[in-house]
């Protein structure tokens, strides 16, 4: 079993910035596949972006330009840069591990204000 503990969300203004940041208790495999993904209120669970221990990334569109996810494999964190948030963004932010199993972090919030 794999532990994901998220954090640095909060609530901010439109337009401001967040950095989120999710700890694993284990390290990285070679084939981990290491992503975010949130959930708005009502709303499924939608996937943002991800990234592979080699470095490849990928966004959803509606986050490209913005979001940069980033990954320390010494460290086993994972994080994910948010700049010029708009109030769309808002929702509960999950980290996602996926390797032997697909593990979930608890969540962390973010709000952002118009």
């Known amino acids: 079993q794999v532990q994901l503990v998220e954090s640095g969300g909060g609530l901010v203004q439109s337009g401001g910035s967040l950095r989120l940041s999710c700890a694993a208790s284990r390290k990285f495999l070679s084939y981990s596949v290491m992503g975010w993904y949130r959930q708005a209120p009502g709303k499924q669970r939608d996937w943002v972006a991800h990234?592979?221990?080699?470095?490849?990334?990928t966004y959803h569109d509606s986050v490209k330009g913005r979001f940069t996810i980033s990954s320390d494999n010494a460290k086993n964190s994972i994080d994910l840069q948010m700049n010029n948030l708009k109030p769309e963004d808002t929702a509960v932010y999950y980290c996602?591990?996926?390797?032997?199993?697909?593990?979930w972090g608890q969540g962390t919030q973010v709000t952002v204000s118009s």
């Open positions: 990234i592979t221990t080699d470095g490849k990334t």
């Open positions: 996602n591990l996926l390797d032997t199993g697909n593990f």
